[in-house]
């Protein structure tokens, strides 16, 4: 059975960065598409950013240029390197698995979910 596990989450001043990690179990990471994705208090699910099972990678408006996600085919993970945080970033980060190699439009697409790591940008 396909498993996602978040982690790398914590508590991070503005201007600082962290690295999430998503650790799969039971499929190969380098054919399907990993997607980032957030959920702030009150608001709804919002995609981060995407990358296929060929590499390519998409980014939301709200984070291209401070976020680079890759994968570590080896290790099983995809990361999500986020620099230059702001308060705004403040959210739980998930990251899910669509069963093809392209980053599907619709995250209702995507089959499989982690649990979620927290992420929160305060002074």
């Known amino acids: 059975q396909l498993q996602l596990v978040e982690s790398g989450g914590g508590l991070v001043q503005p201007g600082g960065s962290l690295r999430l990690s998503c650790a799969g179990a039971?499929?190969?990471?380098?054919?399907?598409?990993i997607g980032w994705f957030r959920q702030a208090p009150g608001k709804g699910r919002e995609g981060v950013s995407c990358i296929s099972g060929g590499d390519s990678t998409n980014y939301a408006d709200s984070v291209k240029g401070r976020f680079t996600i890759s994968r570590d085919n080896a290790k099983n993970t995809v990361y999500l390197q986020m620099n230059s945080l702001k308060p705004e970033d403040t959210a739980v980060y998930y990251c899910?698995?669509?069963?093809?190699?392209?980053?599907?439009?619709?995250?209702?697409?995507?089959?499989?979910w982690g649990q979620g790591t927290q992420v929160t940008v305060s002074s």
């Open positions: 899910a698995a669509h069963l093809d190699r392209l980053c599907p439009a619709d995250p209702a697409d995507y089959d499989y």
């Open positions: 039971g499929y190969t990471s380098d054919y399907f598409a």
